[in-house]
């Protein structure tokens, strides 16, 4: 047996602190740099009244955000991450 990871699709309601999730950001403005055009992953270690206010342990052992704020002009996405045990070859 080998293990998959796989990143699924998530919204607000389907995670939980201790999950590991993945935050993506993005706008359409050409005025902002990366500030709003990023991805995170880590740890959710709280979990806010939405999105903008969880926050993550990421990789590299920071906290921070999981997604920022960026009303009309763009997105946010999240995904969790889940082991998947599959047959080996």
Do not use: A
């Amino acid at each position: 047996m080998t293990t998959e990871l796989l990143w699924i699709d998530s919204n607000y309601d389907e995670i939980n602190v201790g999950d590991y999730v993945k935050g993506l950001t993005g706008t359409y403005s050409q005025k902002h740099g990366e500030e709003y055009n990023y991805v995170v992953e880590g740890t959710l270690t709280f979990k806010g009244d939405n999105l903008y206010n969880c926050k993550i342990l990421d990789t590299e052992g920071g906290e921070r955000h999981l997604c920022t704020f960026v009303g009309t002009s763009g997105w946010n996405d999240v995904y969790k991450l889940r082991e998947r045990e599959s047959e080996g070859k």
